[in-house]
């Protein structure tokens, strides 16, 4: 079994910064990737931002140059900071991790930004 604990959502005006971590632990032999999805009310789940074992990283064209994801390997986590924030990046925010054989999810944690 994996958990995955989030941390790091909240309040912020626009223009503001956040910085999500996501720490995984539990039965994990290797992980092929980490990443961060949000879903807004309304709409479909989407990829934020993922980062591989290796360090290649992946952006929605929606974040780019804005959020910047990194990984520690050692202590199987992954960070998301978030700079510029605007309205349309409130949401939740969930934790994934990728082992090769499963993906896990985690509980999620609001992120909102106020005009």
């Known amino acids: 079994q994996v958990q995955l604990v989030e941390s790091g959502g909240g309040l912020v005006q626009a223009g503001g910064s956040l910085r999500l971590s996501c720490a995984a632990s539990g039965s994990i032999f290797s992980i092929n990737a980490m990443g961060w999805y949000r879903q807004a009310p309304g709409k479909q789940r989407e990829l934020v931002a993922a980062?591989?074992?290796?360090?290649?990283?992946n952006y929605a064209d929606s974040v780019k140059g804005r959020f910047t994801i990194s990984l520690n390997n050692a202590k199987n986590t992954v960070y998301l900071q978030m700079n510029s924030l605007k309205p349309e990046d409130t949401a939740v925010y969930f934790c994934?991790?990728?082992?090769?054989?499963?993906?896990?999810w985690g509980q999620g944690t609001q992120v909102t930004v106020s005009s």
């Open positions: 994934n991790v990728d082992t090769y054989q499963f993906n896990y």
């Open positions: 980062i591989t074992s290796g360090g290649r990283t």
